[in-house]
């Protein structure tokens, strides 16, 4: 009997700074939730740790976010790191993340057994864009974005995100929002003209295990040397130790930077 359900592959883009295990449970999450509809099948989770060059406050080296990632999945038979976003020398927007990704599946010929990836000849991404509609549908897989609810709400902050990006990651792939304490992603939903057009490419899944782990919590916690353990990996906790990282001094990088976003952003706005 055939399989009809649509084949996934989960995108998660962020700070991973640190990787905790809520970002991680978010997959989990993601996968029961559309794999409960009865119309997908999750074959893959790729974590995509954001480069430098965001310029966030307390942003550390690409490279130990990167092989923190590595280290927290490393037993995960599904959920990948690549690094092409996280060593780009400038900011790349998200909507471009998504792109690359997308062009790399419609390279890829992903069997239903998720350790077995066939490769086959790269075709020209242009020859499989029938409409914006059609994108995820070629082949018969599709590329969501998985977010959390804090991130669906930054598309309603001016100079955060281009219009005609929302509608690309949303209206062309999806995405899959885990609500926290707090959010409430429906109200924001009916208040945007734009979700609310693509609502149905939007996913929301409310975590019912109350988990409220932030990699903001665990850096103050680190820098005032209090216990992680179970709040990360065993692997990422003795890595931070390793490397000393997540000092008073690393919490103030970038604290004077405009973030990317904004600053390319703002800039285009005024000219």
């Not at 490769?119 to 998985?146: C, P, Q, T, W």
Request: aromatic fraction near 8%.
């Amino acid at each position: 009997m055939s399989d009809n359900r649509t084949k996934v592959v989960l995108l998660a883009c962020g700070s991973f700074n640190p990787i905790t295990n809520m970002h991680l449970r978010m997959f989990e999450l993601a996968r029961d939730h559309l794999e409960d509809t009865g119309q997908y099948m999750v074959v893959k989770g790729i974590i995509s740790p954001v480069c430098d060059g965001y310029k966030k406050k307390g942003l550390i080296e690409a490279c130990h976010r990167l092989e923190m990632a590595r280290l927290a999945t490393e037993n995960s038979g599904w959920i990948t790191v690549d690094s092409w976003e996280g060593v780009q020398p400038e900011w790349v927007e998200t909507a471009k993340v998504v792109r690359h990704h997308y062009e790399e599946l419609l390279a890829t010929e992903i069997d239903d057994d998720v350790d077995t990836v066939k490769y086959v000849k790269k075709r020209r991404i242009e020859e499989n864009f029938e409409g914006s509609a059609n994108h995820n549908r070629r082949d018969g897989v599709r590329l969501m974005l998985l977010c959390g609810a804090d991130v669906l709400e930054s598309f309603g902050i001016p100079n955060m995100w281009k219009p005609e990006d929302i509608v690309e990651i949303v209206g062309s792939h999806g995405m899959v929002c885990i609500t926290r304490s707090g959010n409430n992603p429906h109200k924001f939903i009916h208040e945007s003209d734009v979700l609310w057009k693509y609502r149905k490419n939007i996913h929301v899944v409310h975590e019912w295990v109350t988990n409220d782990i932030s990699a903001t919590h665990v850096r103050r916690a680190l820098r005032r040397c209090r216990s992680v353990r179970y709040l990360l990996p065993d692997g990422v906790v003795c890595y931070i130790r390793e490397h000393g990282l997540y000092s008073a001094e690393s919490e103030q990088k970038n604290a004077d930077v405009i973030l990317a976003p904004l600053q390319r952003y703002s800039r285009a706005s005024s000219s």
